[in-house]
């Protein structure tokens, strides 16, 4: 029987002390508005996500040229690119992500970690799917 207890003892506490809560997780789960987030989609294309205030993101494909994006990717011009709504939680970092406009529908699904973005993206439309790692770009001034 004691053999069996210091067994027991020594296979589970590895896991339960590595399973415990790290409180520093919680200010990874930021999401950054001074700035853009991109990946690339092909060699001449990248994806850009702009989150704003509130719950409102705006998100679209273009060159991939980051600071030529960052200039037009924000709320102003939201009805040219795919506007919507962002969700997150802080409890395991998760991330979701709906936009639309008249030409197209996205949904995004991930988590945030290490200041970037882990993301399915889902083209409604078209009903295709792929994974993305977002990095983020400050910009010096906020639209």
Known sequence: MRYFTF???????????????DSTAFDDCEIKKNGIYYAEF???????????????????????????????????????MLM?????????????????NDFGHVKMDGFISNGKLALTVMNMNQNT????????????YIN
């Open 84 to 100: 919507g709504k962002y969700f997150t939680n802080q409890n395991n970092c998760s991330l979701r992500i709906k936009a639309k």
């Open 7 to 21: 067994i027991f003892l020594f296979t589970t506490l590895p896991f339960l002390l590595l399973s415990q809560n």
């Open 42 to 80: 092909d060699k001449e294309t990248n994806i850009y996500i702009r989150f704003h205030n509130g719950d409102t993101a705006v998100t679209t494909s273009s060159t991939n040229n980051i600071r030529k994006a960052s200039k037009f990717v924000h709320e102003e011009f939201g009805e040219e």
């Open 129 to 140: 799917s792929k994974n993305f790692v977002f990095k983020f770009h400050p910009v010096s």
